[in-house]
């Protein structure tokens, strides 16, 4: 990695100890970023943060489950341990049941909206006494594109990712004043686990690849590289904008 913009910051990235996430915090703090990795499972934290000091960068595990509020605030105070907080990315997300929107139970819906949209609102304000700190705060939210266009056996999760669109639209305005940037990035169908029903051999495989006109599917460093930007110098002037990263998949809402 021969960049090196986020040298001096610190960041926090949940749900950071596989996919997606763990390739964003590798990314960040591969560009010279301190990173706080967390997840819900101690042991996959222990692993994570393993993995990423073993290649000397630094990196701090704390175990996060995003929804619960004393969690969060332990990322907080680690941050202030490590001398402020630069840039927060709220990547966790979770589909518990598979169907469309009007088939999804109650209790699902709450699981789903309290996970992927209250819990990333929490965060942002939370986060926001540290940004203010900062010299150019960062927020990047993991919306999806099928906050675009919703996928049909993920309905009330495509609903929740439709939802962080118009967050980040909202809060980037109400913090452009305080140089705090808001953004998020939609990445289309990246092989992770999440994606496995998808990913792996089988008719369901090949009817997404066709829908993809790069013909691939992407891969968790197709996405850190954009957080990456979002977060450094170089991405200062750009707020309330979602970033499609898709091979070009459509996304029209
Ligand atoms: P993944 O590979 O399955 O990784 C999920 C990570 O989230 C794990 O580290 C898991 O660790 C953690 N996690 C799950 N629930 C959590 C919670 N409540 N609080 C904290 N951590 C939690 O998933 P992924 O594909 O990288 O997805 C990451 C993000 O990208 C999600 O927001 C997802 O919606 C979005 N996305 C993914 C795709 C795709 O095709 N993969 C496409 C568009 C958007 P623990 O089990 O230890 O908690």
Known sequence: MSLKRLVG?????T???DGIG??????LAREGAKVIVSSRKAANVEEATRKLTQEGLEAKG???HVAKQEDRRKLFEEAKKLGGLDILVSNAAVNPEVGGVLDCSENAWDKIFETNLKASYLLAKEALPLLKESKAGRIIFVSSIAAFQPFNLLGAYSVSKTALLGLTKAAAVQLAQENITVNSVCPGVIETRFSAAI???GPAREVSLSQIPMGRFGVPDDVSGSVAFLAS?????VTGENLVISGGMPSRL
Do not use: H
């Not at 910051?9 to 990235?13: F, L, M, W």
């Not at 110098?233 to 002037?237: L, Q």
């Open 9 to 13: 910051k610190t960041a926090i990235v």
């Open 22 to 27: 763990f390739a964003i915090a590798q990314r």
């Open 233 to 237: 110098d170089d991405g200062s002037y």
């Open 62 to 64: 704390l175990v996060c």
């Open 15 to 17: 749900a950071s100890t």
């Open 199 to 201: 990913t792996q051999e």
